[in-house]
């Protein structure tokens, strides 16, 4: 176990020296070379797949466009400010992505959908179509046929069928819509489309009515509930009007002005009721003649007041004082009479003139709300009027530049497209199936991989022989020295010999790891290449269980390996020379012994060195090592050992293993190693060993 274990570190480490970083470009071409058939192939089967999609299982579809143009500012005949609201939406800016929206709109298309009767359509109706693969199965298997929907769900299934064939899109930088359906008919096609188109066109003009429809009707209910107002307002004017003594303002401003001058006159007459008081007081309160006759200011009382001491003038005096003291009061009195009736006189020009200013206001907010309904009035029944005049004048926002043309031609399946699709699908799985694969692959291609998973040197890489038999194979190396796998026995012959310095090795051991790597014909070809040297050449059958040197000799076989193990014939005696090859051969012949047992016998020991000093060149083909131990005790009397190695079909772990189990008994490694049955690309051509490539292996 030890021994093994410390075998296989070299062969891991040479695994791992001289990995590359990355896949080189050249290596990544030549796997893609190696799996041409395979892309051929995958590729072939994608045009086929191809042709078949478009030749037989697709139905083809046929494509109609119906072009519209969008009045991004639609012309407006009556010059509204505002009607209402809804008017003032209609002529706003149309909004182009907005209008593809409403194409798409389900009522639209429902609205299109029973125009054209889509729902008595199988193409848009599943429910009308014929039963399809998986119904068909199902019925067959004995399920229950399905139930028919309800109208209601296969109005919407026809619906949602004509929106995945339709196809809208806005010219870029333009107000163009391109309206375009895709259906199995092509007079269907154009017939949906300019369906649609029309449809929208008539929707937004009927939009548009039922817009104005709107408006004049909340107008008109408008234009008479204000004329129910002015009358009612005109009526409260008249009725009030005719319930006042109400003047006209001309004549309420004269009595302010009046007014005003009465209130002068109060004024007046006020002072001068002041002055009277003022004088009867200063009269009544004047003490003495002179006081009085100053007071009064009276020229009879002031010629009187000389003589006042006279008993009759001072009554005289006193009589004309006491008579102008009775004036003034007189006139005291006429003037307090005057200013009451003046203020009385105020008082009730006031009172009126107030009472007709409230009666004034009154009637001018009973006029102005009159005014302010009728220039409502006026101004909705202008609206009505102007509306009723844009009703008749109304104009789309789209119009139709061009109508869907029937296509002469389906625009899918695309043959050239589709094909060339699948050729490039081909392609690329077929790429992608050879890269899996070489990344997958668990046997050996080229010398280098061998060399490098291994640490063992590759002496030769021999070609496939273009043969059907073993004894074909001999034979066309004999009549084909020149050939390829004639050049390559060649060569690992040199590189043979030359692997031991000294000597060249004359005991030659041939294994493998497992059956059908061609080891035998190797061996065979090996000595049939040697004697071209004119060396004398033994070729022993070491597989006494499978025997196939019979299958490459054309002459009788001799006694065989067992008698002259067992001492009973020479060796001479022996071996058979086959006149093709020119060597001697050593049948292994029947035996009842262990092939085990015979080989690690002290005959066969000694037949080795017989061999050794009768010929130049002892080849022993041995069985392979993972089946049997032989190899293993052979390969111990031998002088070079040479493991076969099938190309792109032994697997790793089992030459790994075989090479331990070889090591193991023998305590050397493997002198080389040949990898067999190549079969390159490219016409091979030779090398010269140690590892060297030859052609393109």
């Known amino acids: 176990m030890t021994e093994a274990g410390r075998s296989f570190g070299p062969i891991r480490a040479a695994r791992g020296q001289g990995e590359p970083a990355a896949i080189e470009v050249a290596a990544l071409f030549d796997t893609l070379r190696r799996g041409l058939p395979i892309i051929l192939v995958t590729t072939l089967a994608a045009l086929l797949m191809g042709a078949l999609h478009v030749f037989v299982l697709a139905s083809p579809e046929y494509r109609a466009t119906t072009v519209l143009l969008m009045n991004a500012r639609p012309e407006t005949i009556v010059d509204l400010d505002s009607a209402v609201a809804t008017l003032a939406r209609e002529d706003a800016t149309t909004d182009v992505n907005s209008q593809v929206e409403v194409l798409r709109s389900r009522n639209l298309l429902t609205q299109v959908a029973d125009t054209l009767t889509l729902a008595d359509d199988p193409e848009f109706n599943a429910a009308l179509a014929p039963p399809g693969p998986l119904q068909r199965l199902r019925g067959w298997l004995g399920g229950a046929p399905s139930d028919t929907p309800p109208a209601g769900r296969q109005r919407d299934a026809v619906v949602t069928r004509l929106l995945y064939a339709l196809s809208i899109e806005i010219v870029p930088r333009t107000s163009v819509i391109e309206i375009t359906v895709t259906t199995g008919d092509p007079d269907k096609s154009a017939r949906i489309a300019d369906a649609i188109a029309a449809r929208y066109v008539e929707d937004t003009l ?131 009479r005057q200013l009451t009736a003046l203020r009385g006189s105020l008082a009730s020009l006031q009172a009126e003139i107030d009472s007709q200013n409230a009666d004034l206001i009154t009637l001018q907010q009973l ?282 079909r032994t697997p790793r772990r089992q030459i790994e293993d075989a090479l331990h189990a070889f090591e193991s008994v023998k305590g050397s490694p493997a002198t080389g190693l040949v990898l067999n049955m190549v079969k390159p690309p490219r016409g091979p051509g030779y090398g010269y060993g140690y590892g060297d490539t030859y052609g393109t292996a």
């Open 206 to 336: 009927q939009a548009k009515f039922e817009a104005t429809d709107r408006a004049s009707g909340w107008l008109s209910e408008r234009v008479a509930a204000l004329q129910h107002e002015l009358e009612q307002a005109q009526v409260r004017v008249q009725a009030f009007g005719g319930g006042t003594d109400l003047i006209n303002p001309d004549v309420l401003a004269a009595r302010a002005r009046q007014l005003k001058d009465l209130r002068a006159r109060v004024r007046a007459a006020e002072q001068q009721a002041e002055t009277r008081r003022l004088r009867v007081a200063n009269l009544v309160a004047a003490e003495g003649r002179v006081a009085q006759a100053r007071v009064a200011d009276a020229s009879a009382l002031r010629a009187l007041v000389p003589d006042v001491n006279d008993p009759e003038v001072a009554a005289r005096f006193d009589s004309t004082f006491a008579q102008l003291l009775a004036e003034a009061r007189t006139a005291q009195a006429r003037v307090d």
């Open 367 to 648: 006029e102005r709300e009159a005014d302010a309904t009728r220039v409502l009035y006026e101004t909705f029944l202008t609206r009505l009027k102007e509306t009723t005049v844009k009703r008749g004048v109304q104009q789309p926002d789209s119009r139709i530049l061009s109508h869907a043309v029937v296509p002469d031609a389906p625009s899918a399946p695309r043959a050239p497209l589709v094909l060339v699709m699948a050729g490039l699908v081909g392609l690329f799985a077929g790429g992608v199936l050879t890269l899996l694969r070489e990344g997958m692959r668990n046997t050996f291609r080229t010398a280098r991989d061998l060399e490098r998973a291994t640490g063992h040197r590759v002496l030769g890489q021999v070609p496939h022989v273009p043969a059907r038999g073993r004894r074909e194979t001999m034979e066309y190396l004999a009549r084909n020295p020149s050939s390829p796998a004639a050049e390559a026995v060649r060569n690992l012959r040199t590189s043979l010999l030359l692997t031991v310095r000294d000597a060249a090795p004359r005991v030659i051991c041939v294994t493998s790891c497992v059956p059908e790597e061609g080891k035998t014909t190797l061996s065979l070809a090996l000595a049939q290449n040697l004697r071209g040297m004119n060396k004398s050449v033994l070729v022993i059958e070491g597989d006494l269980r499978r025997r196939v040197f019979r299958h490459y000799a054309t002459e009788t076989q001799g006694a065989g390996l067992v008698p002259v193990l067992s001492g009973e014939v020479k060796l001479e005696h022996a071996v058979t020379r086959d006149p093709l090859m020119d060597v001697d051969m050593l049948f292994a012949g029947e035996s009842a012994v262990n092939a085990a047992d015979l080989f690690t016998s002290q005959g066969f020991a000694d037949l080795v060195e017989a061999a050794r000093a009768r010929y130049d060149v002892v080849l022993i083909d041995t069985p392979p090592v993972l089946v049997v131990p032989d190899a293993r005790i052979a390969g111990s009397l031998a002088d070079a050992v040479l493991f076969v190695v099938a190309w792109d």
